[in-house]
């Protein structure tokens, strides 16, 4: 049996596949989920899930990169709704370096002046160094 799984994004659907298994990350660590999972809904930090034998990669590994939102599953099904998921072949990696650039200097800014965000400037580096991570995979 596999599970169903949906990725959703604010501007469009990620993924429609099947799975035999999902490994997220949830604020307080990476997690499994199986088929039959008991009902539950999980906050998702700023990091790749990993389909594991999802039909969409010919029964392989899928890699996703997702940048926060929630995962529901009642053991059959699973919808992750998400500000923004990539797949690694979408990702610029030499945007993503300029962003990652971007985003330390914001942070560097930060230290010295309270105009700069600083919680903003390190979900960007989060969301850059994640893109990063996933064109090596």
Do not use: C
């Not at 992750?80 to 300029?98: G, M």
């Amino acid at each position: 049996m596999k599970l169903k799984v949906r990725v959703l994004s604010v501007d469009r659907e990620v993924l429609n596949t099947e799975a035999e298994a999902i490994v997220a990350h949830a604020p307080d660590g990476e997690f499994t989920l199986l088929p039959n999972h008991i009902p539950v809904i999980v906050p998702l930090k700023i990091e790749k899930v990993e389909l594991l034998g999802a039909a969409s990669a010919g029964d392989k590994n899928q890699p996703l990169a997702v940048h926060g939102g929630v995962l529901r599953t009642d053991g059959k099904e699973v919808l992750i709704l998400t500000e923004a998921a990539e797949l690694p072949e979408e990702i610029d990696k030499e945007r993503a370096l300029a962003a990652k650039e971007r985003a330390e200097r914001r942070i560097a800014q930060a230290k010295i002046s309270e105009e700069i965000d600083l919680t903003r400037a390190e979900a960007a580096l989060m969301r850059a160094l994640l893109r990063l991570k996933m064109t090596h995979h």
